[in-house]
């Protein structure tokens, strides 16, 4: 059975606090994404990786980064926490996206952060 | 850009048939639909790629009208167990997956 995991379902963290999120994915998948999901605007992409050591920006980086040293692990880091950034996290991954071909991604459960 | 889901809200009875559609301003070559029960993680329904290909397992079925930049997912003879915000996450040339604002659908027996 496929699998996504994040280190924690709920997070409560102070303004200017750096907040480490980890995903996991044991599909061997090239493709990984990190999304904030809020109400009423969906599942908005942070940033996503491709590769080891590779990114790019989604629709929604700012005062967020990244980093994939592993292939199985993807991180979603917050320099300095805001309460703006409070919302649901959700990692997802997918087989490698070539030209013409697209996958179904795999969620995780995500992670409720809140900034106090 | 996002594209746009109607209806935003859904309620039905066990046993109703719902429509909800997907829209988009730009040329697609791909249509994702998921669903999320509450507290949980979206899970892949299907993708449609263009060639107005019609999908379906079980009573959920899907449409894709390229022309159009369309696409409706079908629920019908909907089950208590069909509960959960549909997303629809679309995919262009030029656009990775966008995902919908979802459309929340509530069955009651």
């Known amino acids: 059975d496929v699998k996504v995991t994040q280190s924690s379902r709920y997070l409560v963290k102070r303004t200017g606090e750096k907040v480490f999120l980890e995903c996991v994915q044991d599909?061997?998948?090239?493709?990984m994404f990190w999304y904030r999901q809020d109400p009423g605007l969906g599942l908005r992409l942070i940033y996503f990786?491709?590769?080891?050591?590779?990114?790019e920006k989604g629709d929604i980086p700012e005062g967020y980064s990244v980093s994939r040293e592993k292939k199985e692990r993807f991180s979603l880091i917050l320099e300095s926490a805001s309460t703006n950034q409070t919302s649901m996290y959700l990692c997802?991954?997918?087989?490698?996206?070539?030209?013409?071909?697209?996958?179904?991604?795999?969620f995780g459960p995500g992670t409720r952060l809140t900034v106090t | 850009q996002q594209p746009v889901q109607s209806p935003q809200a859904v309620i039905l009875r066990e046993g109703e048939d719902a429509v909800i559609n997907c829209s988009s301003s730009?040329?697609?070559?791909?249509v994702h639909w998921y669903r999320q029960k509450h507290g949980e993680a979206p899970v892949f329904l299907m993708i449609?790629?263009?060639?107005?290909e019609q999908k379906g397992h079980d009573k959920i079925s899907a449409s894709f009208n390229e022309k159009k930049q369309q696409s409706s997912l079908y629920l019908t003879a909907s089950q208590l167990s069909y509960s959960g915000t549909y997303f629809c996450?679309?995919?262009?040339?030029?656009?990775?997956?966008?995902f919908g604002t979802g459309t929340r659908l509530q069955v009651f027996p």
């Open positions: 997802a991954s997918s087989l490698f996206l070539r030209q013409g071909a697209t996958y179904e991604q795999y």
């Open positions: 599909m061997d998948h090239e493709n």
């Open positions: 990786s491709y590769d080891v050591k590779m990114k």
């Open positions: 730009k040329a697609l070559y791909s």
């Open positions: 449609l790629l263009k060639g107005g």
């Open positions: 996450g679309t995919e262009s040339n030029t656009d990775k997956l966008i």
